[in-house]
């Protein structure tokens, strides 16, 4: 049985990724791949607990990177591996890429000690496939507000981390540009699922 193919989903809050999960799922499914879908923070029970302090109880920068590991080294030993051991593919909302943005670009945690950590819990686990939906902050705060939502401890930072997060993952892109693929999210949702689909059917193509 051949690997399962693992596809997570990056960009700042309000880029739209929530959407975009469910778009990519049911993609996924329709080419009838067996599919997981997960979270981080979160995808397991402990996951979840870590992800609720996480997102509401204030900590030291260095506190949040190591919680955020913690929860990533159990999500990958009792979610995604096994998944992609089975064959199935796996579609994650945010992975390792979202720390080196928001605690590395966002908290100013320092490459090194994101590295030394990324060495340890996740090795050399990466996904074949990730989606950055970029979008400038400014119109991201502006999305959120409309929609009502109730902002959590990253959501209420000040535009000076979003812009530090955004920078850091289309630094990240420009690092691994066969992996990390930027789609504007400003644009039309129709335009980018299209977008979506072709990276999809070229990864199904890349199994044949």
């Given at each position: 049985?051949?690997?399962?193919k693992?596809?997570?989903?990056?960009?700042?809050?309000?880029a739209g990724?929530?959407?975009?999960v469910?778009?990519?799922?049911?993609?996924?499914?329709s080419?009838?791949?067996p599919?997981?879908?997960?979270?981080?923070p979160?995808?397991t029970p402990?996951g979840?607990?870590?992800?609720?302090?996480?997102?509401?109880?204030?900590m030291?920068a260095?506190?949040?990177t190591?919680l955020?590991f913690a929860?990533?080294?159990?999500?990958i030993?009792?979610?995604?591996?096994?998944a992609?051991?089975?064959?199935?593919?796996?579609?994650?909302d945010?992975f390792?890429?979202?720390s080196?943005?928001?605690?590395?670009?966002?908290?100013?945690?320092s490459?090194q000690k994101?590295?030394q950590?990324?060495?340890?819990?996740?090795?050399?686990?990466?996904?074949?496939?990730?989606?950055?939906?970029d979008?400038?902050?400014t119109i991201?705060?502006?999305?959120?507000s409309?929609a009502?939502?109730?902002p959590?401890?990253?959501?209420?930072?000040?535009?000076a981390?979003?812009?530090?997060?955004?920078?850091?993952y289309?630094?990240r892109a420009a690092?691994?540009?066969?992996?990390?693929?930027?789609?504007d999210?400003?644009?039309?949702?129709?335009?980018?699922?299209?977008?979506?689909?072709?990276?999809v059917?070229?990864?199904v193509a890349?199994?044949?």
């Open positions: 049985m051949s690997r399962g693992f596809i997570s989903l990056e960009g700042i809050d309000g990724k929530s959407t975009h469910v778009y990519l799922a049911n993609l996924v499914r080419l009838e791949q599919l997981v879908v997960t979270r981080e979160g995808g402990l979840e607990k870590l992800r609720a302090l996480v997102l509401s109880e204030p030291h260095e506190t949040e190591l955020m929860a990533r080294r159990e999500h030993e009792r979610v995604i591996s096994p992609l051991e089975r064959g199935d593919w796996v579609v994650s945010r390792t890429d979202a080196y943005a928001y605690q590395g670009g966002g908290r100013n945690v490459q994101l590295q950590i990324e060495a340890w819990t996740v090795a050399d686990l990466a996904p074949d496939l990730t989606l950055l939906f979008l400038d902050p991201a705060k502006n999305r959120q409309n009502g939502i109730i959590d401890r990253f959501e209420q930072e000040q535009q981390f979003f812009k530090g997060v955004r920078n850091k289309l630094e690092s691994f540009p066969q992996r990390i693929k930027v789609l999210a400003s644009m039309p949702i129709a335009v980018i699922q299209e977008q979506i689909k072709t990276l059917f070229a990864l890349e199994t044949k």
